[in-house]
């Protein structure tokens, strides 16, 4: 079974509460998202291996660890994941980035893709597929049978706000891909909403509200 990691660090918390409210503007917006997303990535990176090198400090040869192992991937879910990759990047400036462009259907909501370009090595890379909302899981869901059917094995999901429905779907869809939230809220509304949330993360973003 995947497993649920609320990266509740008390910095993200605050920062989120300000995302939250409604008087905050894009500008805000964007650069808390990118903090967060920063703060996040420290946390889901924490179980990289490593391996030995040898250097030289000024002083005297010494054996010293680096990251190893396999190379990462960036993949937000356009448009509102995008907000989500230059704070993974600060922190990982050599992951390959790819995009999937998915949409929900505001009658059904049922995702619709529309867009989908991944580094060519994709599957042998750790992908970390990125997007602020996991509302009803759809799109998220999809967007990994996606990644799945591209030859990737060694997936995590980060989004900021969860619903408990978005995370039973994602995990039992895929129960291989373990989910990072910095929150878990309380329910959808009829729109599928997710309440309290943020509103629509995509539009508070570029300023389309
Ligand atoms: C939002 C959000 C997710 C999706 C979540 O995107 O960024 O991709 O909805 O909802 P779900 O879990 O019910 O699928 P939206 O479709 O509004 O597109 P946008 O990012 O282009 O605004
Ligand atoms: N998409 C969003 O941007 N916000 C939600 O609450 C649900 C879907």
């Not at 179980?47 to 680096?66: H, Q």
């Not at 998915?102 to 599957?123: A, G, M, N, S």
Request: proline residues 6%; contains cysteine.
């Amino acid at each position: 079974m995947s497993e649920l990691h609320i990266i509740d660090h008390p910095l993200i918390t605050h920062k989120l509460t300000i995302m939250r409210n409604k008087k905050t503007g894009s500008k805000d917006f964007r650069e808390l998202l990118n903090e967060i997303s920063m703060l996040m990535g420290y946390e889901l990176t924490r179980d990289l291996p490593l391996k030995d090198v040898v250097i030289e400090t000024p002083l005297t040869k010494m054996t010293a660890k680096i990251v190893s192992g396999k190379k990462l991937a960036i993949v937000p879910i356009l448009r509102a994941g995008l907000g989500m990759v230059e704070g993974l990047q600060s922190l990982v400036p050599v992951a390959k980035v790819g995009h999937i462009g998915l949409y929900r259907d505001p009658e059904t909501h049922k995702p619709v893709e529309y867009y989908c370009k991944l580094p060519l090595d994709i599957e042998e890379r750790i992908v970390i597929l990125v997007d602020p909302m996991l509302a009803t899981g759809g799109s998220a869901s999809d967007a990994l049978t996606m990644l799945k059917e591209r030859g990737c094995k060694h997936i995590r999901f980060m989004c900021l706000v969860s619903s408990p429905e978005g995370v039973k779907k994602v995990q039992e869809d895929h129960p291989d891909v373990d989910i990072y939230t910095a929150a878990l809220d309380e329910c959808l509304n009829e729109h599928a909403y997710i309440v309290p949330g943020l509103g629509d993360a995509g539009d508070r973003i570029f300023g389309t509200l």
